[in-house]
């Protein structure tokens, strides 16, 4: 009789306790917030994170963020917040920005390899952080050396907002009427 209490009692711990501690540890195993990651499953199995695979090593992320709804260790981050050649307008938000949670940083060593600890409003990103910390750095993908980016990167940029065009020269060639009797 012994025996078979022993049996129930452990039957108890293994049909309880151990799926709670097999839960609490793939918990523990969730990636964080700019973790490198190559699918959405590998940043989240049930979806609520994405893999943006446009960065180095992809980055594990939410995206459409708002103000204090990204985990603890990330901030909400604006980017594509300005437009070449249109004004700003602080009140609303630009057609094309998009919101990311992006891991915070204090220094490059936080962030792993091909990835720098900066104020996301420095160029090349031009980012603004939602959150309640707007000097907040962030770990953002190394802008490309100046051998690998090719001429300065302001060089060709055509304002989108501006009606102005480039000067171009007349064409001079004459014009021609087509023959009114031609099919």
Do not use: K
């Amino acid at each position: 009789m012994n025996a078979l209490r022993r049996f129930d009692a452990f039957s108890l711990l293994a049909r309880v306790f151990v799926p709670l501690v097999f839960a609490f540890g793939l918990a523990g195993c969730t990636p964080a917030i700019g973790d490198a990651c190559s699918y959405a499953t590998e940043c989240a199995a049930n979806g609520t994170r994405t893999c943006d695979t446009t960065q180095p090593g992809g980055y594990c992320t939410l995206g459409n963020c708002d103000r204090g709804t990204c985990p603890a260790g990330s901030v909400c981050v604006l980017f594509e917040a300005q437009e070449p050649g249109c004004p700003t307008n602080d009140r609303a938000t630009p057609r094309l920005a998009r919101t990311y949670c992006m891991a915070t940083c204090e220094s490059t060593g936080d962030c792993r390899g091909s990835y720098t600890c900066a104020h996301p409003a420095a160029l090349p990103w031009a980012g603004t952080v939602l959150d309640d910390h707007p000097t907040q750095a962030v770990c953002l993908a190394s802008p490309m050396s100046s051998v690998d980016a090719g001429p300065s990167s302001d060089a060709g940029v055509a304002p989108v907002c501006s009606a102005a065009g480039p000067d171009v020269p007349p064409i001079d060639a004459p014009v021609r009427r087509e023959d009114a009797s031609a099919p």
